[in-house]
């Protein structure tokens, strides 16, 4: 007996939803539109961040090149290995981004050059705030338009309080109810009764009820807003919600995060059946990235690869943290041994850095939710982590060129 992921019900909300935003047509459109550097130059100048994207558009030209190195070094690559893809998290903002950027330019004239990753994760909360005054787009453009990261993942936590308007709406609009509460100035947010807190119950994880369209909805509301077309997924009924949602809207992205990462192949098989549930006709998912778990083994990371071919499931990458915050898990964690297993196997992966390895200040999950205020505040500190994160992957990926392993980086660092 097979039983049905989603009911009619489910389904016709989240139609409801999707036409509410304007239809899945439109909403792509959107989105491309919103990605374009012209829009959002336009846009940002505006909201007065004209003359940061303006700086960073110089920084970006000194920084230095993977290309200069591989001519030095007479470095070349053996195809029969993995490819690795850098990604690091901690990009919390405009002014967290800007810093980073003169800390990578600098790094030209440095001992160590530093690359830019190909794929950037951000923590930051998606308030109205964030989304319509300029620090997202602002945040995004520098990141995906400036150093051309292929990748900006944005987390979106079903706890932020919204306009109570607009749960109003979103209750006329897919028939559906949200348990919530005053919080003032015209404000509600979701009860949580797990682990509630003000940022969603540890990164999101709590969706309630029908709660997964309180998610859909500020994912498309962001990715209209400002073009950003990737975010971390915080439960499993919104990875079945979005893997339906999201079928009919090629630009619209969700990755497994480290809260819900895939430990086991038991686990990775559950993902599996959710995507060919909904997949699309050309055999990809709105799923592109999931992150195999901190407490997998490399020969696990291999096996999930070998599965994932199998399946003919197109466009998924695999992740692994290297390095991780020293508040989040196992002290002293470190992966890069197995790292190398992966990809000397053949295997590709994409090689995350939540830390640079070490207990530096801001080099925590504290600093991913710390108030609006309070970021800006610790912008330079927290520019820091991000650099010395890039310089890690950098390092890393220096190893990986001596043993003939490919890695990949942002497009500024060629």
């Not at 509410?20 to 539109?33: L, N, V, Y």
């Not at 290995?81 to 440095?110: C, F, N, P, Y």
């Not at 997964?212 to 994912?219: A, P, S, T």
């Not at 997924?233 to 992205?253: E, F």
Request: with cysteine.
């Amino acid at each position: 007996m097979h039983y049905r992921l989603l009911s009619d019900s489910d389904l016709k909300a989240m139609d409801s939803l999707k036409k509410h935003h304007g239809g899945a047509r439109e909403i792509s459109e959107t989105i491309k539109k919103m990605r374009e550097f012209s829009t959002r130059k336009k846009i940002l100048a505006e909201k007065g961040y004209g003359a940061m994207i303006d700086d960073a558009e110089q920084l970006v030209k000194k920084f230095p090149k993977v290309t200069d190195f591989e001519i030095k070094n007479k470095i070349s690559y053996n195809d029969s290995l993995g490819k690795a893809t850098a990604q690091v998290s901690g990009w919390q903002g405009a002014k967290v981004t800007h810093h980073a950027m003169k800390r990578i330019a600098a790094s030209a004239d440095e001992k160590e050059p530093c690359f830019v990753a190909s794929e950037f994760i951000s923590v930051v909360a998606l308030t109205d705030n964030y989304i319509y005054n300029g620090d997202l787009m602002a945040t995004l453009a520098m990141s995906e338009n400036i150093m051309k990261a292929s990748k900006f993942c944005s987390a979106n936590l079903i706890g932020i309080p919204m306009i109570e308007s607009r749960f109003q709406e979103l209750e006329k609009v897919t028939g559906k109810t949200f348990e919530r509460k005053d919080v003032g100035d015209g404000f509600s947010q979701l009860i949580l009764k797990n682990q509630g807190t003000f940022f969603g119950n540890f990164g999101g994880i709590e969706v309630a009820n029908d709660n997964h369209l309180v998610y859909l909805d500020g994912v498309t509301r962001t990715a209209l807003a400002t073009g950003a077309d990737f975010f971390l997924n915080p439960s499993w009924s919104t990875i079945v919600a979005i893997c339906y949602y999201g079928r009919d809207i090629p630009n619209l992205y969700i990755k497994i995060s480290m809260l819900l990462a895939t430990q086991n192949l038991i686990q990775f098989r559950m993902l599996l059946n959710i995507m060919k549930e909904f997949i699309r006709d050309d055999m990809t998912s709105p799923l592109y990235e999931i992150n195999i778990g901190n407490g997998a083994t490399a020969e696990t990371f291999i096996q999930c690869a070998r599965e994932l071919k199998e399946s003919g499931i197109k466009g998924i990458s695999l992740s692994a943290h290297i390095y991780i915050n020293p508040d989040l898990g196992m002290a002293g964690f470190n992966w890069t041994e197995n790292m190398f297993k992966v990809l000397e196997s053949g295997t590709d992966m994409t090689f995350k850095y939540e830390s640079d390895g070490t207990a530096r200040e801001m080099d925590t999950m504290e600093a991913y939710f710390l108030p609006e205020e309070d970021r800006e505040a610790n912008a330079i500190k927290i520019g820091d982590v991000v650099y010395y994160k890039s310089l890690q992957a950098s390092r890393d990926a220096i190893s990986m060129m001596k043993k003939g392993i490919k890695p990949i980086f942002g497009l500024s660092s060629y």
